[in-house]
Each structure stands twice: as structure tokens, then as C-alpha cells.
């Protein structure tokens, strides 16, 4: 029944904001359908919190890098990666990237680690995070400064006696620096493709001052791009390998898109959905990417990004697709994710 009133109270919501009747109060305390003002506005919500939400092969890493590299940012990659290798969390399974396989069985306990987690990271309570998800942060080295600055700091006590009374307190001293780091950023950014968009109206309840950006790729260009990177487990794989990526990929941004339309309905001014294919070939919409997160291009953050439009424009990386995806790979992409191409193409 609960999962029946939670249809119902979406399906008033939708029916009195497409009208502009209503907008809704953003306090956070998970029970925002009661919070209707009748104003027929919806006010700017500030940002302090961005999630990228994106596919392997999505241009996720290179679009992450540049908000990463921008001043004032803290960055996290791929938080969630150590509690879901290969894998992502829908409102209610545990799905695998590699074919179409989803699991419940104690999905809710994990799906809620998850999301805590998230909510622990964005808010600087870094010691409530499991520290697993810290040390891979910290040791993949794709996370910016203040990570290799408390890879170092923990470096450093391993390196002194292990029966050093002081360790405890100065692997905390690591970690207190770690947060003021995260407190005192004027943005924090996390990359995560582990999970699937129904999960994220639940972030944005948590996180007032969260906004999303959605980053979109064709997927044939994906699954070209899944099979000819070596560490991708397609790479080199039998075709049938292939076909449950296919099949897996394409219900993930079907069911991505289709929750993205419902809840860009409720939270408009929160998300913002892209392709790489435009971030590639146009500076205004990177321009508009920085002014939706509330930043403001730096003169170096501009020339990186001019670099990164030109060398796509010179070796056509977004495009290259066309040309090397097998023709039977390509027919099987055309036929499940017919529904995506579509959506892809009319945005």
C-alpha cells in the first residue's frame, strides 16, 4: 500500500505543477508532497552540492575533471564504486551494469547504505562514511588535491612505528583535515554511476542544496566506446558478453530517462540534463553547465575547455562510433534502445 499512496501523491503533484498551480516548499524533512504553496513559482534553490550523474563511457571522467580542476571544488569520484563493483542502486534492487540482472534480497539495507553515505559525504561528516569508500578515494588519486593531501597524511603515520600509541589520533588528524577541506569548498561534486535517477528524488529531499547534472550519450557511441576500453569487461569478450551490455545498458537510461521526465517535473530549476556531444562542440553549453552550479568560468578554466572542443573537433571522438561499431553490434543497440535514441534525439 505505502508504494500505492507514494503513486498517487506523484501523479497529484505532476497534474498540479504542469498546470503551475503549486510549487513545492524544498525543507528537506522527506515529506515535501504536504509542502504545497499555492504560488505557482518555483524559487532558486542555492547550490552548494552537485551530483554528476552519468554511464561508464559517457564522457563522465572528462566533463568530472574540468568541474574538478575548477577553484573552490571539492571533488569526489565515484564514491559509491567499492559498494557496488559493476553495479547500481535503483528505490528498491541492486541491478548490474554487465547484464540485466537486479537483485532485492537485502537491497533496501544496502540501497540505504548507499544514499547515507552520499547525504555523509555532501555534508562533510566524513568519519560517518565507511572508510572504504575514503581509502578508494584517496588512493585511486582521481578525486583532486585534498585527497592526495590526506593520502599523503595517512602515508605518513603508516610510515612511523605501527605500535605508535599516536597513530589512532593522527589517522583522525588526517581526517579532520580532510573535512575542513570539504567545509570550507565552495562546492562539493561527486561523480557516481552507480545508481539508477528513481534513487535521486530521494538526494534532493535530503540535500536542499543539491543540484544534478544529468550527462547523456548516444548509446552506440557507449557501447563502442565499453568494448574497445580494456578494462571494461566487454572488452574482447564473446558477443553474447556484448548483447547482455547492450540489453543491460539500454533499460538503465530507459528507466533513467523516463524517472528524470517525472522528477524534472518537480525539482526543474535542481537538474539539468546534457549530452556529450553538445559539451563537446559547444562553449555556451559548458558555459551553461558552470552558471547552473552557480560558477563562474576562470580565464584558465575556459582555455581547458577551448582544449577539450578542439581536440574533439580534430579527432571526432564523439563521433567515432559511426564508423567503428561493428554493423551487427549497431543493429542490436537500434533495437533495444530504440526508445532512447529517440528521447536523445528530441532533447
Known sequence: ????????????????????????????????????????????????????????????SVTGNLLRDSPGVFFMFEPLSPLAPYSYFTDSSVCEMRNSTCRTKNARDRIGTALTALVNLYSCNLSKVPISLIYKMAQEGKSGKAWLEYGACLNGTKSRDQQNSNDIDTTMHCLNRLEQACISAD????????????????????????????????????????????????????????????????????????????????????????????LASRMPVMSDVYKFIHKKVTGD???????????????????????????????????????????????
Open 1 to 60: 500500500m505505502p508504494s500505492l499512496h507514494r503513486r498517487i501523491k506523484k501523479i497529484i503533484l505532476i497534474l498540479l505543477l504542469s498546470v503551475g498551480l503549486v510549487s513545492i516548499n524544498l525543507n528537506g524533512n522527506g515529506n515535501n508532497w504536504l509542502q504545497i504553496i499555492l504560488t505557482g513559482g518555483r524559487s532558486t534553490t542555492e547550490c552548494k552540492n552537485v551530483l554528476l550523474f552519468s554511464y561508464m563511457r559517457s564522457g563522465s
Open 187 to 278: 562546492r562539493r561534486v561527486a561523480k557516481v554511476l552507480r545508481l539508477g535517477f528513481s534513487t535521486v528524488e530521494q538526494l534532493l529531499n535530503r540535500l536542499p542544496t543539491l543540484k544534478v547534472l544529468y550527462l547523456t550519450r548516444d548509446p552506440r557511441a557507449i557501447i563502442n566506446s565499453r568494448i574497445k576500453t580494456e578494462w571494461f569487461p566487454v572488452f574482447k569478450e564473446k558477443p553474447g558478453t556484448v548483447s547482455n551490455n547492450i540489453l543491460s545498458l539500454c533499460l538503465k537510461m530507459k528507466t533513467d530517462i523516463m524517472s528524470w521526465i517525472y522528477t524534472d517535473v518537480l525539482y526543474k530549476d535542481r537538474i539539468l540534463h546534457t549530452t556529450l556531444n553538445k
Open 301 to 347: 578554466e575556459r582555455q581547458k575547455i577551448i582544449t577539450f572542443l578542439h581536440g574533439n573537433k580534430a579527432n571526432n571522438y564523439t563521433e567515432k562510433w559511426r564508423t567503428e561499431l561493428h554493423p551487427a553490434d549497431r543493429k542490436r543497440v537500434e533495437n533495444q534502445c530504440g526508445y532512447v535514441i529517440q528521447r536523445l534525439t528530441e532533447l
